[in-house]
């Protein structure tokens, strides 16, 4: 179980720990600083959702603590590799899991409240969730998922809509912001799958595989927000004007307004 001052202790060690990562290099500032305001928000968003379920205080607690530390991968991630590419780095969510466990910041939780922290950091970022009996634990996997999309959206348009001779490479993993867009990319997201990092190949294509996390959403909450910040929007507006970008963001559209399939 998580209560109230179990999750403020949490706070206290995520801020001590986060403010060990300061530096004088302006990029390795922002980007630290990035991360700490993204998980800040990703907080506020599972709260929201949680709350648009009616979960019991308790669980609530444990929703926030599981987004306050499932990104603390990200920031020994950055320090070490200049970059947020699991793929050219290493895996944050693994990362920040061996980092939980070895700091014995949750000793103080009992042990299966300990697992599933554990269990749902370490695999928050997999293309697909995982198939499992633990309904509790998919179930809190399910609603930082959610809470997690809902704040990189946000970054990300905000990111699009400066101006276009500001980069932050971090932010785009270092694709080249190239016309072309990848066959399978579109063919995932067509077929109302979301697409695999593995695919991208440009930043075109990494702005429809952000438009695809609709398909991957869970809760209603979370597709009101989304179609209320008009995120999708947003997005293709800084993609080429081509039939298949079209047809894609029309798939995407239905879906968010449809709701789930049923």
């Known amino acids: 179980m998580v209560d109230e001052l179990t999750l403020h202790g949490l706070k206290s060690w995520f801020e001590k720990y986060v403010s060990g990562f ?17 998980t800040m928000n990703v907080c506020i968003e599972i709260v929201d959702i ?13 929703a926030e ?3 306050l530390l499932h990104d603390v991968g990200r920031f020994d991630q950055y320090m070490r ?13 693994m ?38 009996d633990d309904k509790r634990r998919t179930f809190f996997l399910k609603l930082l998922r959610d809470a997690d999309k809902i704040d990189i959206w946000r970054i990300v348009t905000q990111y699009y809509e400066r101006h276009p001779s500001i980069s932050t490479r ?9 016309p072309e867009i990848s066959n399978q990319i579109v063919e995932a997201l067509l077929a109302g799958r979301t697409a695999r990092t593995k695919d991208m190949k440009t930043l075109n294509d990494f702005k429809l595989l952000q438009i695809g996390w609709v398909f991957d959403l869970n809760f ?12 999708l929007d947003r997005i293709r507006d800084t993609l080429p004007d081509s ?5 894609v963001f029309r798939k995407a559209k239905a879906y968010l307004h449809a709701g789930f399939p049923a």
């Open 65 to 67: 603590a599981v987004a």
């Open 95 to 132: 990362l920040g899991a061996g980092i939980l466990d070895r700091e014995g910041v949750l000793e103080d939780i009992d042990r299966a409240t300990r697992k599933l922290i554990l269990d749902v950091v370490a695999c928050h970022n997999r293309a697909e969730l995982p198939v499992e």
């Open 243 to 247: 039939d298949i970008v079209n047809r």
């Open 170 to 178: 971090s932010i785009e993993l270092n694709l080249p912001d190239t």
């Open 22 to 38: 300061a530096s004088d290099d302006q990029d390795i500032a922002m980007n630290i600083e990035l991360k700490k305001r993204h």
């Open 220 to 231: 209603s909450r979370t597709l009101q927000i989304a179609a209320g910040r008009r995120y």
């Open 50 to 62: 949680a709350n648009s379920i009616a979960l019991n205080r308790q669980d609530v607690f444990l």
């Open 81 to 93: 590799y200049h970059t947020f590419d699991d793929a050219t780095s290493e895996n944050h969510a």
